[in-house]
């Protein structure tokens, strides 16, 4: 299967197969300079899938995890192309999950004002939402994806055969935020969840979720509009993420929480909450109120007189609602 994600000269082919990674050589140019970006959970099968295929490769592999979203670890991206002598030829390719892509193709859009960037996501959550859509960010002070920039890819490449080695629990995770594109936007992705079988499914509802942000942000590239609907979740959600350090409680997870603040049916409310417990995705978590607070006031959403919230009225469509930051703290009381 193919998309191709039309924004004109920065269009890019979103090529999922199960075992395009073998494949890699007849999608991309692989005869230059690459930089191959990993983590220390991605398996080492994975890793020389794509190094095989590289003639002259540099593989940097970052610790797990959120951490490794930070100033330090993107300026040792950088100081590694230095170092390798990368032209503005040269290739930065992500094989990882959400982190891996966010950070690499951060440094990619910064190394001597942007090189080739290819993304191949190996887990649900990378598959479905960060892979595509040119976000890419690390974190600082505490903020999640408060420093980055929109770059898009070359390319993105889904075999879904590399989810075969996720641990279940991330991917469940991932699957959050494509239950949230059917909350926002497509009844029929909802009713995979809610009447099907996901791991049945699986292939149907990651092209659903990608039909659907394809659309979104081939309308509104830099979330000047519309694609401010795929917030939806998020803004309660990473602040609870912040609060536990971004260990404790993965992103998923903590996107679902945030979405049951602004569902405003309480029958589909409910019907969400069926959906999340047959996944086992947690719906509440203890935190303390005012440290969650004071973290959505530093979310990129935030005006100086309140914050931008997705709220969902009727299953499959979104409305963009400002809020008071009085608003929000009774909310989070609740």
């Known amino acids: 299967m193919k998309l191709h994600v039309d924004l004109k000269e920065r269009g890019y082919d979103i090529v999922m197969e199960r075992g395009v990674l073998h494949r890699l050589a007849q999608e991309v140019d692989l005869n230059r300079n690459v930089l191959l970006v990993s983590d220390s959970k991605v398996p080492v099968q994975w890793i020389d899938a794509v190094k095989e295929q590289c003639p002259h490769c540099v593989v940097k592999i970052v610790p797990s995890g959120e951490e490794s979203k930070s100033f330090a670890v993107w300026e040792e ?11 503005r030829s040269d290739l930065v390719i992500a094989l990882g999950g959400g982190v891996v892509g966010d950070l690499a193709g951060f440094a990619a859009a910064c190394y001597m004002r942007g090189i080739d960037f290819v993304n191949i996501p190996t887990t649900t959550l990378a598959q479905i939402d960060s892979s595509i859509g040119g976000k890419t960010a690390i974190n600082a002070g505490g903020i999640k994806n408060n420093i980055g920039a929109f770059y898009q890819p070359i390319k993105v490449l889904i075999d879904f055969d590399t989810l075969s080695t996720l641990p279940r629990r991330h991917y469940v995770n991932g699957l959050v935020e494509a239950l949230k594109a059917g909350l926002i936007y497509d009844p029929q992705l909802f009713a995979l969840f809610e009447n099907g079988n996901i791991d049945d499914d699986l292939e149907k509802i990651i092209y659903r979720s990608l039909c659907m942000k394809k659309d979104v942000v081939e309308k509104d590239e830099r979330e000047s509009g ?3 609907i795929l917030n939806f979740g998020h803004t309660i959600g990473h602040a609870i993420e912040g609060y536990y350090h971004m260990e404790e409680y993965l992103h998923g997870e903590c996107v679902a929480m945030g979405m ?3 569902i405003e049916d309480d029958e589909l409310r409910e019907r969400t909450i069926r959906v999340l417990k047959q996944l086992n995705v947690p719906i509440d978590a203890p935190y303390d109120k005012e440290d969650v607070y004071q973290r959505l006031l530093a979310d990129k959403k935030a005006g100086h007189d309140g914050i931008t919230v997705v709220k969902v009225k009727t299953l499959g469509t979104a409305e ?5 930051y009085e608003e929000i703290k009774e909310m989070l009381k609740g």
């Open 320 to 324: 963009l609602e400002t809020i008071s």
């Open 226 to 228: 519309l694609r401010k």
């Open 77 to 87: 991206l950088l100081s590694c192309m230095l170092e390798h002598h990368f032209l």
């Open 260 to 262: 049951l603040y602004f």
